[in-house]
């Protein structure tokens, strides 16, 4: 059992940074894949960035160039550095782990934090 617990969202204006965290309650480096997400109001959540234990990431068209997905072994920690916000970034964003198993996917999920961007 994975537990994540998310943090660092809050109510920015465009153009501010925010950056969250994600802490998880293993060894983030025994995890295939982490990831964010996020949700919109009225919007299906959608992938925003990952990243594998081997070091590889991969983000949303939408977020290149402005967001970072890092991660600190040590904490168990993996963060989402957001730069040039925009008001459509406003959304839930969670965290996720992502394990291969013999047979399937084991998916977890944190709480989510609430990220607003005014304009």
């Known amino acids: 059992q994975v537990q994540l617990v998310e943090s660092g969202g809050g109510l920015v204006q465009a153009g501010e940074s925010l950056r969250l965290s994600c802490a998880a309650s293993?060894?983030?480096?025994?995890?295939?894949?982490m990831g964010w997400y996020r949700q919109a109001p009225g919007k299906q959540r959608e992938l925003v960035a990952t990243?594998?234990?081997?070091?590889?990431?991969n983000y949303a068209d939408s977020v290149k160039g402005r967001f970072t997905i890092s991660r600190d072994n040590a904490k168990n920690t993996v963060f989402l550095q957001m730069n040039s916000l925009k008001p459509e970034d406003t959304a839930v964003y969670y965290c996720?782990?992502?394990?291969?198993?013999?047979?399937?996917?084991?998916?977890?999920w944190g709480q989510g934090t609430q990220v607003t961007v005014s304009s």
């Open positions: 996720a782990a992502h394990n291969f198993e013999v047979t399937k996917v084991r998916d977890y």
């Open positions: 293993v060894s983030i480096f025994s995890i295939n894949i």
């Open positions: 990243l594998t234990n081997l070091g590889n990431t």
